[in-house]
Nanobody
Framework: QVQVVESGGGLAQAGGSLRLSCAAS????????MGWYRQAPGKQRDLVAM???????NYADSVKGRFTISRDNAKNTAYLQMNSLKVEDTAVYYC?????????????WGQGTQVTVSS
């Protein structure tokens, strides 16, 4: 069983910054990728940023130049540094970890952390 837990959400002012953390734990053999998604009320859950082994990244157009995804491989933890926040960034942010255990592959979501940006 692999658990994924997000933290670091909260309230920020427009133009401010937040740093989200995503910790994966359990009987993990390897992690192939970790990513961040977000979902606002009444909207789809959309990709924000994805980080693959080797340092390859993908970002949504709406966050390019403002958000940075990174990972501490030793801790199985991913981060999302969010700068120059906009009101439109308000959403629940979810982390997803993809990899494998000794039993097989996993593709697990965390429970989410709320980010609210005020003007």
């Amino acid at each position: 069983q692999v658990q994924v837990v997000e933290s670091g959400g909260g309230l920020a002012q427009a133009g401010g910054s937040l740093r989200l953390s995503c910790a994966a734990s359990g009987n993990i053999v390897s992690i192939n990728s970790m990513g961040w998604y977000r979902q606002a009320p009444g909207k789809q859950r959309d990709l924000v940023a994805m980080l693959y082994n080797g340092g390859i990244t993908n970002y949504a157009d709406s966050v390019k130049g403002r958000f940075t995804i990174s990972r501490d491989n030793a801790k199985n933890t991913a981060y999302l540094q969010m700068n120059s926040l906009k009101v439109e960034d308000t959403a629940v942010y979810y982390c997803k970890a993809i990899g494998r255990t000794v039993s097989g592959y996993f593709n697990n979501w965390g429970q989410g952390t709320q980010v609210t940006v005020s003007s």
